[in-house]
């Protein structure tokens, strides 16, 4: 069974109720963050967990809302006093991800002494413990990518940043969570994000069990009106992401 808590439903506008994209995943073994944006720390200690735990961070793409996190995450998990890691760790992203973590991470932090940082760019599938991983391109930047992750015939999709994608559908045939950009509701649509009908159509055609709208920007209108939108066109079950949610896949 995975574990899903989401750290962060937000984006890069700054918000007293959504941190940055940030989601805790638990499974196969292994414990993980996808993206890694302002406040990732300290949503999981809001969560009841704990950063020395982490066994590797996935990055859907390097826009600043969903790394920002990256360098006092290292940097606690390097200087914290009294405690010593000696357990490695990874950090898996898009082609870019290693040139990246050298310009704007290591830059400004330290080597760690006592482990290594493992940098990985994923191709189309890996594993991690007993978890299956898989990876597609998606239509927002130029290394942007979505995640699937697999264990004992479960699956969620991840997708960062993401416009409307033949791709996208395929990639999610049959999940058993979609955790989908909805960063607008309809009448606010804007090229590289899904608006709430896309995210629908989406589910519906990929056949997912349910859905669970995150990244979402603040607009004039109120929340539930995504929440409307997609249910028009999807008849699965939907949710509106909130930081510090749970889910068990």
Do not use: W
Request: charged share 25%; proline share 5%.
């Amino acid at each position: 069974m995975m574990k899903l808590i989401v750290l962060g439903s937000g984006t890069c506008v700054p918000s007293l109720k959504r941190n940055a994209p940030g989601y805790y995943l638990e499974g196969g073994g292994k414990r993980l963050i996808v993206d890694c944006g302002s406040g990732t720390l300290l949503q999981l200690l809001k969560a009841g967990k704990s950063y020395k735990d982490i066994d590797a961070l996935f990055i859907t793409h390097t826009h600043p809302d969903h790394v920002s996190g990256l360098v006092p995450f290292i940097h606690a998990l390097a200087a914290t006093p009294g405690y010593e890691r000696t357990r490695d760790i990874s950090i898996i992203g898009p082609d870019g991800i290693k040139q990246f973590y050298e310009r704007c991470v290591s830059s400004v932090i330290r080597k760690p002494r006592s482990f290594s940082i493992n940098l990985s760019e994923i191709d189309e599938k890996m594993d991690i413990g007993n978890l299956n991983v898989f990876a597609v391109k998606t239509v927002h930047s130029d290394n942007s990518i979505a995640f699937r992750f697999e264990e004992e015939g479960k699956s969620v999709v991840m997708t960062g940043d993401c416009d409307f994608d033949e791709e996208l559908i395929k990639f999610s045939l049959g999940a058993d969570l979609l955790v989908i950009d909805c960063s607008y509701p309809d009448k606010l649509k804007v090229p590289g994000h899904l608006d709430s009908t896309e995210c629908g159509l989406i589910a519906e055609r990929a056949g997912v069990k349910k859905i669970l709208l995150s990244h979402i920007y603040p607009s004039p209108y109120p929340d539930h009106i995504r929440l409307t939108e997609c249910r028009a066109v999807f008849g699965g079950d939907v949710l509106l992401a909130e930081d510090l949610m749970e889910f068990a896949i």
